[in-house]
């Protein structure tokens, strides 16, 4: 174990980039190793045991989410919506993309992963749609793809809304509507119900998955109240470990503190031991390898775009009081994020940690 005072040194090294890319994965790669040796048991009975422990204490938790005004600003209301902008894809996708054949651009990997979800979830015009923790992209894209649904956002976060709201007028949609709510107290109580719930990298925030999936059951819309007669659906994509789930504690590290506060590692199949609600249809994997060319993708724009997106950091945090400073830490550290997520989702060549898709329907 490293003494508290190597790692503030350590970290005040990454906070003014001081550390060389190649050092830094190399460390990387040490540490997820050693993640893969704490998760592990050391046989499959154990490893087992151990889940089925983690179910249990997941599903007696009092909320559903924790600490999530810090997890969102970590990701978006401390840090300017046109810096993160500034290092994604034309559309905006703060997720996963979709690079079929490795040789896909940017803007290409969005909108082939866009189409995935469109098709898993069987998506078509005129539908009421939830986009459950919607980013900066998703439902802006529902809109303009399904100009007869009605398209329902669901976030925490003012800064997202913001944008949304603005982004919507400026297209000229008008079937878009973004609600700003913590999913912990949040619930329609009937006044919505919806053909389709979509919810992209969000659960990966939460805890009870009990609870949450029974609250998201009641937001589907009954079969005997569609008019098609036709069954709603819920759509989830996660990021996930390939067998073992885990939480990111505070004490875990740089990720923990800085990004990641509250947050889960779920694994791929942790959604099948929580179907009293749902019934699972049908699950994919998808390597790693996807969010890791993503992450790159990121980094490259993020290091393109450095001066105007050091700049606008910088301003950014002397218009909320701080210090300057604070926002070139936040650059160096966006940095560091991108990088360390690549080199996770890469190990083994995509196979250890990856991205799943679900689709649901509500129980008979």
Same mark, same amino acid.
């Given at each position: 174990m490293l003494s508290k005072t190597v790692l503030e040194v350590g970290y005040d090294l990454l906070d003014k980039g001081l550390v060389p890319d190649f050092i830094l994965r190399r460390v990387i790669r040490a540490l997820l190793r050693q993640r893969l040796r704490e998760i592990d048991h050391g046989s499959f009975e154990a490893n087992h045991a151990a889940k089925m422990k983690w179910i249990e204490e997941v599903r007696a938790r009092t909320t559903i989410a924790e600490l999530t005004e810090k997890a969102n600003e970590q990701h978006y209301e401390c840090v300017s919506t046109n810096f993160i902008l500034?290092?994604?894809?034309?559309?905006?996708?703060?997720?996963?993309?979709l690079y079929p054949t490795g040789k896909e651009s940017l803007a290409q990997a969005e909108t082939l992963m866009l189409e995935s979800y469109c098709e898993k979830a069987q998506l078509k015009d005129g539908l009421d749609i939830l986009d459950l923790g919607c980013g900066m992209w998703s439902d802006l894209c529902l809109a303009q793809k399904y100009p007869n649904s009605r398209v329902t956002g669901l976030s925490n976060s003012t800064t997202q809304k913001t944008h949304i709201d603005s982004a919507a007028k400026e297209r000229g949609l008008t079937n878009l509507e973004i609600i700003t709510a913590d999913v912990n107290t949040h619930d329609f109580n009937g006044s919505k119900h919806f053909d389709r719930i979509l919810s992209i990298e969000m659960f990966e925030h939460m805890k009870n998955y009990q609870t949450l999936l029974h609250k998201v059951s009641t937001w589907l819309r009954p079969k005997s109240r569609s008019e098609s007669n036709d069954e709603a659906l819920l759509f989830i994509h996660i990021f996930c470990h390939r067998t073992t789930p885990y939480h990111y504690e505070e004490d875990d590290g740089w990720m923990a503190q800085n990004f990641f506060s509250g947050g889960t590692m779920p694994s791929h199949?942790?959604?099948?031991? +929580?179907?009293? =609600?749902?019934?699972?249809?049908?699950?994919?994997?998808?390597?790693?390898?996807?969010?890791?060319?993503?992450l790159e993708d990121w980094l490259t724009l993020q290091d393109k775009n450095g001066k105007v997106g050091l700049k606008e950091l910088e301003a950014d945090a002397v218009a909320k009081g701080k210090d300057a400073v604070e926002g070139r830490k936040a650059f160096y550290r966006f940095r560091v994020f991108y990088?360390?997520?690549?080199?996770? +989702?890469?190990? =083994?060549?995509?196979?250890?940690w990856g991205v799943g898709h679900y689709l649901f329907k509500a129980k008979e």
């Open positions: 500034s290092t994604l894809g034309p559309f905006g996708k703060y997720s996963s993309c199949d942790l959604f099948l031991y +929580f179907q009293s =609600d749902l019934t699972l249809l049908r699950s994919w994997y998808l390597s790693g390898t996807h969010y890791s060319r993503t990088l360390a997520c690549s080199e996770l +989702f890469n190990m =083994d060549g995509g196979q250890q």
